[in-house]
C-alpha cells in the first residue's frame, strides 16, 4: 500500500506542469501524452496530422487535462519555432519535453534507398535537434526543465535489417550524450529512454517483412506503456539513460566488450526466431 502511494505522489508531481511531446499522434507519443494528461500535466501535442492530434487532445480534456494541439513537421525547423512560441503564448513556459516523434523504414544495408535514410535522418535526428535546441533554450533561461529523448535500442547496436533506422538512433544517442556534457552543472536535465521493439503502428507496418519478423516476432512486443514509465521515471528522478525492458541493455554491454560474440548472439537470436515461427504455424 505505501509502495502504491509513493508511486501515486511521483506520477502526480507532474500536476500542472507543461509537457510538450512531439510524435503524439499515435504509439508511444500518444501513449505517453495521455498518461501525462491522466497525471494533470498541460499537455502539448505535436505532429503532422490535426485530426489524429484531435483525438488525442479529446481523451485528454476527458481526463480534465489541459491540451493544446500544435500541427507541425518538426522536420522543418521554422515550424517548431513556430510551435514553441505557440506554446509561449499559451502557457509562457516549457516544464518537460518529450522527443519523440521519429520514422522507420526497414531495409538491409545493401539494398537501403539513400532517400529513405535522408527521411529518418530528417525526423529522428534533425527532428529531435531542432525540438531540443528551442527547448534547451527555454529551459536555461528558467534555469529548470527535463528533456526526455526517445532513441531505441537499436542505436545502441547495429541490427539488420535496420541499418537506416540504426544510424539515425545511434546519431541521436551521440547528439544526446554530447548536449548532456555541453549542460553539464547546469538546472536542465536530458534524458535517454531506450526502448526494444513495441507494440505501435510504425512496428505494426513492418509486419510484412520477413526478415524483421525473424529477427523478432510479434508475440515478443512490448506495450507503449512499459515506455511511458520510462519516460516519467527518466523525468521524474532525472536518470541519464534508462532501457526498455529492464535488462535489455544486456546484448549492448555485450556488444561493447565483445562484438563478434554479440553477433553471434543475433544470429541465433533470429534462428530461434524462425524455429518460434515454424512452430506457430504448425
Same mark, same amino acid.
Given at each position: ?10 506520477? @502526480? ?14 504509439? $508511444? ?12 500535466? &498541460?499537455?502539448?501535442? $505535436? ?18 487535462? @489541459?491540451?493544446?494541439?500544435? %500541427? ?14 505557440? #506554446?509561449?503564448?499559451? =502557457?509562457?513556459?516549457?516544464? #518537460? #519535453?518529450?522527443? +519523440? /516523434?521519429? $520514422? ?6 545493401? @539494398? ?13 535526428? =534533425? ?28 542505436? &545502441?547496436?547495429?541490427?539488420? %535489417? ?14 544526446? @550524450? ?8 547546469? %538546472? ?9 521493439? #513495441? ?5 505494426? /507496418? ?5 526478415? =524483421? ?31 526498455? %525492458? ?17 553477433? +553471434? ?18
Amino acid at each position: 500500500m505505501e509502495d502504491g502511494a509513493a508511486a501515486m505522489a511521483w506520477y @502526480e508531481s507532474f500536476r500542472g506542469q507543461v509537457v510538450v511531446v512531439t510524435g503524439a499522434s499515435s504509439g $508511444i507519443g500518444r501513449a505517453t501524452a495521455l498518461a501525462f494528461a491522466a497525471a494533470g500535466a &498541460r499537455v502539448v501535442l $505535436i505532429a503532422r496530422r490535426r485530426d489524429m492530434l484531435d483525438d488525442v487532445a479529446s481523451l485528454a480534456r476527458q481526463s480534465g487535462a @489541459e491540451a493544446l494541439v500544435v %500541427p507541425a513537421d518538426v522536420t522543418e525547423r521554422a515550424q517548431v519555432q513556430a510551435a514553441f512560441a505557440t #506554446v509561449d503564448d499559451r =502557457f509562457g513556459r516549457v516544464d #518537460v #519535453v518529450v522527443n +519523440n /516523434a521519429g $520514422i522507420l523504414l526497414p531495409a538491409t544495408v545493401l @539494398e537501403l534507398d539513400p532517400a529513405d535514410l535522408d527521411r529518418m535522418l530528417r525526423v529522428n535526428l =534533425f527532428g529531435a535537434l531542432f525540438v531540443m535546441q528551442e527547448s534547451v533554450r527555454r529551459m536555461r533561461a528558467r534555469k529548470r526543465g527535463c528533456v526526455v529523448n526517445v532513441a531505441s535500442l537499436a542505436g &545502441r547496436r547495429g541490427v539488420s %535489417p535496420l541499418g537506416g533506422y540504426c544510424a539515425s538512433k545511434f546519431a541521436l544517442v551521440g547528439l544526446t @550524450e554530447a548536449l548532456r556534457t555541453e549542460l553539464h552543472g547546469e %538546472p536542465v536535465h536530458v534524458a535517454l529512454v531506450m526502448p526494444g521493439v #513495441v507494440e505501435t503502428p510504425m512496428v505494426d /507496418a513492418m509486419s510484412a517483412d520477413p526478415e =524483421f519478423l525473424e529477427l523478432w516476432p510479434n508475440s515478443l512486443n512490448m506495450p507503449p506503456s512499459w515506455v511511458v514509465w520510462a519516460v516519467f521515471a527518466a523525468a521524474r528522478f532525472q536518470l541519464v539513460e534508462v532501457s526498455v %525492458p529492464p535488462g535489455a541493455a544486456a546484448l549492448e554491454k555485450l556488444a561493447a566488450l565483445a562484438p563478434g560474440v554479440a553477433d +553471434n548472439v543475433v544470429h541465433w537470436a533470429k534462428q530461434l526466431s524462425r524455429w518460434l515461427a515454424a512452430g506457430s504455424r504448425g
